[in-house]
């Protein structure tokens, strides 16, 4: 399964017998009860190597951590991260000409393949993408001629000798600034960015339309996909999430608030309004609610590593798709089919509206997503199993094997099991991240990022 | 549906339908304006909320105080109407008719209709909805409809209103929510 381009770590995911056993590494942010909204962790996301692990949160921030250098090739400590740059990379805004207020969260951040020392990633809130560069400086120069060590100007009288100014080492320190600012192509607030194999181009995904972006340019994008209809009020589905393929520059997918996946080929034509392929699952008509429109509409749609399969994310379910295959995916897998019951409160509460991500692992056997109560739930492919594992500071010891979680569904309650209506809606966990090539998970609930690593022996 | 009376489901539905309202009304206070997604999403559960509360009202009327009133106005306004149908809901909550077009459809369906001003008016041809009651619940924020151009408001009298002014808020806001962008 693994592709060419794809280096595996040998430590295996699964155990003979398929156990995976994780432990606690760290947790980063605040203890404290009471959440500033501002903190409020709003994406994750690791880079290409899995060196880097970058965070977003609702005030505007991205908080970027990496390996420790020292202990990646120690088994048991070779998901410590610490911090490595913070930076504000948007700030609230105001549309005068809606009267409203463009909010300052980060909805996405998508790293670029490195090219050179500098790392890079893309960032966007509802309306604009910010490409950052993140670059070290560990050296200064010292010397000048016309400058005191202090910066101030020296009285050119006082001159007298020419000198060359020498490069001296200094502490490391790590500089974050805006490259590029797409701003003002989209009408409706951006949900999804995805950056092209091909490196230079990038999508970004509204409501309505999919943009189609050069990394280099930013005073013109192309719309690629526009499902606005010519009557608003004859809208029915509108666009939840859009991804490029890993591999086939030419290719992309978005997924609607219907449940529907749409495969497009750039080649085509310019406007890929029509598809090419059409993902969608009959419904099941004994599921009928006055819900069954909201929970089948798509949270998140990710792509495998190798480029076969993508997944998708509803309210209650995850669903791999085989790219070849239209008529209905090929796995489905419950996260919490026990609130299918409660969808009632779960509309009044607004928990209904909750967006999950889902992701998948380095060689794509496992896929994980977020629930509530902290909890998350991986589902291993290929042996059948499922596992659901909570995130809390009570299971926090260093390398504290998680032990299983389990909802009690009805009956008679066993030690250890939670009931559904004890579970804490409030603690929920919509972004997780799966390291490409190791088994380091990121979890971010409300405000705290949680690393965990597979158990070594 | 499971096996519950029309009467629970009406009550389900009535409720759903309030707190959809109420939802669309906090959401155009909400910061970073309002989320076209969401406010979607909520007119779909709306939609599917009336008209189950439709059905179940209709299941209900042969035992309701109410509908001998009513029935000299359905004579008076059928010729008007198009033959009202035993709506198959199921049909219509999953067809991709427009927001507004199944609201002028669903409101010609109805057998025990409101005092259909629209229908009855030879001047008003606009299969558009638009405030009957000026009556109000509590529960709700008391807000009058934004007129179309040319429209002009009428005021329903709330006895005829079988349907309860629930359902009059429910259609303003349908309409409204789309068009808002």
Redesign the interface.
């Known amino acids: 399964m693994n592709s060419a381009n794809h280096k595996i770590r040998t430590s295996n995911l699964s155990r003979p017998g398929g156990d995976m056993q994780w432990c606690f590494s760290q947790v980063k942010g605040a203890i404290d009860d009471d959440v500033a909204e501002a903190d409020i962790i709003s994406t994750v996301e690791f880079n290409h190597t899995g060196e880097l692990l970058a965070t977003g949160d609702k005030g505007g921030r991205v908080v970027i951590f990496q390996q420790e250098i020292d202990n990646k090739n120690v088994p048991q400590f070779r998901s410590e991260y610490n911090v490595y740059s913070t930076f504000q990379s948007h700030e609230p805004e105001f549309?005068y000409l809606?009267s409203?207020?463009?909010?300052e969260?980060i909805n996405k951040i998508r790293w670029l393949p490195q090219k050179n020392a500098a790392q890079f990633l893309l960032s966007t809130n509802?309306k604009t993408i910010k490409l950052w560069k993140i670059s070290e400086r560990d050296k200064r120069p010292e010397g000048y001629n016309l400058k005191e060590e202090d910066g101030r100007y020296r009285d050119p009288n006082t001159i007298t000798a020419l000198r060359v100014p020498v490069l001296i080492p200094m502490d490391l320190m790590v500089e974050a600034s805006p490259r590029r600012v797409f701003a003002n192509a989209h009408t409706?607030?951006i949900?999804s960015i995805s950056v092209n194999s091909d490196n230079e181009t990038y999508l970004s995904a509204d409501?309505?339309r999919v943009n189609l972006w050069n990394l280099e340019i930013t005073d013109r994008s192309f719309n690629i996909v526009d499902i606005k209809p010519a009557?608003?009020?004859?809208?029915?589905?509108?666009i939840?999430a859009a991804e490029f393929h890993p591999h086939q520059c030419n290719t992309f997918v978005y997924s609607s608030?219907k449940g529907t996946i749409r495969l497009c080929d750039m080649r085509v034509s310019a406007l890929c309004d029509k598809h090419s392929k059409l993902f969608e699952e009959p419904?099941n008509?004994s599921n009928?609610s006055?819900?069954?429109?909201?929970i089948s509409?798509i949270s998140d749609v990710k792509f495998s590593h190798n480029g076969r399969y993508m997944m998708t994310r509803d309210y209650l379910s995850v669903k791999i798709w085989d790219l070849n295959m239209e008529s209905r995916p090929v796995e489905t897998y419950q996260v919490h089919e026990y609130l299918r019951s409660k969808l009632?409160s779960l509309?009044?509460n607004?928990c209904i509206?909750d967006k999950f991500e889902c992701c998948w692992n380095g060689n794509d056997s496992v896929v994980m997503t977020g629930s509530y109560n902290n909890f998350f739930r991986m589902f291993d492919r290929g042996h059948r199993r499922d596992a659901t594992l909570e995130a809390s500071r009570e299971n926090s010891k260093p390398l504290q094997v998680l032990k299983p979680r389990k909802v009690c569904t009805g009956g008679k309650r066993k030690k250890d099991e939670i009931s559904v209506d004890s579970l804490d809606f409030n603690k929920k966990i919509l972004h997780t991240a799966w390291h490409p090539q190791d088994n380091i998970i990121a979890v971010a609930t409300t405000n705290n990022l949680y690393i965990f690593q597979d158990k070594v022996n | 549906m499971s096996a519950t009376t029309a009467m629970e489901v009406n009550i389900?539905?009535r409720r759903?339908l309030a707190?959809s309202i109420s939802?669309l009304y906090a959401s155009r206070s909400q910061?970073?304006?309002l989320?076209?997604?969401?406010s979607?999403?909520l007119s779909?559960?709306m939609k599917?909320?009336r008209d189950?509360y439709h059905s179940s009202r209709e299941s209900d009327a042969p035992s309701e105080a109410q509908s001998p009133p009513e029935e000299p106005m359905d004579t008076s306004s059928s010729p008007e109407l198009p033959e009202p149908q035993p709506e198959p809901l199921?049909e219509r909550n999953?067809s991709?008719t427009?927001?507004?077009?199944s609201d002028s459809e669903e409101e010609d369906y109805e057998s025990d209709t409101t005092e259909d001003k629209e229908n009855l008016s030879p001047a008003r041809q606009s299969r558009k909805r638009r405030g009957k009651a000026s009556a109000a619940p509590d529960f709700l924020p008391n807000k009058r409809a934004r007129l179309e151009p040319g429209e002009e408001r009428y005021a329903a009298p709330v006895a005829s209103c079988r349907v309860g002014a629930g359902e009059s808020l429910t259609t303003l806001s349908l309409?409204q929510v789309?068009?808002a962008?």
């Open positions: 549309d809606k409203l207020e463009i909010e969260k509802d409706y607030h949900n409501d309505l009557n608003m009020e004859e809208l029915t589905e509108v939840t608030s419904e008509p009928r006055f819900f069954s429109e909201i509409s009632c509309y009044e607004d509206f | 389900e539905a759903i707190v939802k910061r970073g304006g989320r076209l997604h969401r979607l999403l779909l559960v599917s909320a189950i199921s999953s991709e427009a927001v507004k077009e309409n789309i068009p962008f």
